[in-house]
């Protein structure tokens, strides 16, 4: 089965291996102000470990390449704003940190994770210039395209929003990577794929697919120790994955299958700490 998978994707734009550098530009999430946040989020957000308070936008910067050279021998970089809401600032603080990004050495792009309800059009004029300067792309968490689902994570936004918001970016060039969860109690199997159809259908040009997991310290942790809901086994998770590959079109880039977690900060399900044994799975039941 031929499928493209990010560092292949990268790789063969840029003729050698990049690596995407996590930095944490100190911006807070308006559904943790205005609703208390979705249920899985953790006051860390999805902020690289490594990130630690009170870093400057800078030294993450060099702390980020250190780790790219050593563990990846890269000499190519995208500055992946990673943690919570990276555009929730004003568009003079956004235009400064990606000028800031892009002047470091090595890198070749920007990578910009938001929400679909956090892009207005002055920012979207701001992406729109960097589109044309830079390679870049913009990621969005639709994490369902089911609203009841929407309304159980308590993500403040709808499946439409999320729709209209690929469809802003897209009709400016812009790349979208979208974030789905498999997994929510508030779906059957079948509507996980009904979901990831629709997903995948809004012209996406990328996706990373996230086993549901509990966080310590998350409204979900308290959710499931209450009601002990069920979570998806191993095997049902790759089997889904497997069926959500089996529907991808050959021209969307996969950047991820499964989540990664610390393991002091898991409650559950300890498999996805098998990150290896999953994708390896994954690739040969396919053929990848």
Avoid at 125 to 151: F, H, P, R
Avoid at 219 to 236: A, I, P, V
Wanted: with cysteine; aromatic share 10%; charged share 25%.
């Amino acid at each position: 089965m031929e499928r493209i998978f990010l560092n292949e994707h990268l790789r063969n734009k840029f003729g050698e291996r990049v690596q995407r550098i996590p930095v944490d530009p100190g911006f807070v999430c308006p559904n943790r102000i205005n609703n208390n946040g979705c249920v899985f989020c953790s006051e860390q957000g999805s902020a690289a470990a490594w990130l630690k308070k009170g870093m400057s936008f800078g030294e993450q910067l060099i702390k980020g390449e250190g780790i790219a050279r050593r563990r990846y021998k890269s000499k190519k970089f995208i500055i992946y704003f990673q943690a919570f809401t990276s555009t929730y600032a004003s568009v003079k603080e956004l235009d400064r940190l990606y000028k800031e990004a892009l002047s470091f050495p090595g890198v070749v792009g920007l990578a910009i994770s938001t929400r679909p309800d956090c892009i207005d059009d002055d920012i979207l004029d701001l992406l729109s210039e960097y589109n044309k300067k830079t390679y870049l792309w913009v990621e969005l968490g639709a994490q369902s395209m089911i609203e009841d689902s929407l309304l159980w994570m308590g993500r403040g936004h709808s499946v439409s929003c999320f729709t209209d918001t690929v469809n802003r970016l897209r009709s400016r060039g812009i790349e979208v990577v979208g974030h789905i969860i498999f997994g929510l109690p508030t779906e059957t199997k079948k509507d996980m794929i009904t979901s990831f159809k629709d997903f995948i259908s809004t012209g996406i040009n990328g996706y990373k697919i996230h086993a549901l997991h509990i966080i310590k310290g998350t409204q979900l942790e308290l959710m499931y120790r209450t009601d002990k809901f069920s979570l998806l086994d191993m095997n049902e998770y790759i089997e889904l994955v497997e069926e959500a590959i089996r529907l991808t079109p050959k021209d969307i880039v996969i950047h991820r299958l499964t989540a990664e977690c610390d393991i002091s900060k898991l409650v559950a399900p300890l498999w996805v700490l098998k990150k290896d044994a999953i994708l390896g799975r994954i690739k040969g039941d396919l053929g990848l």
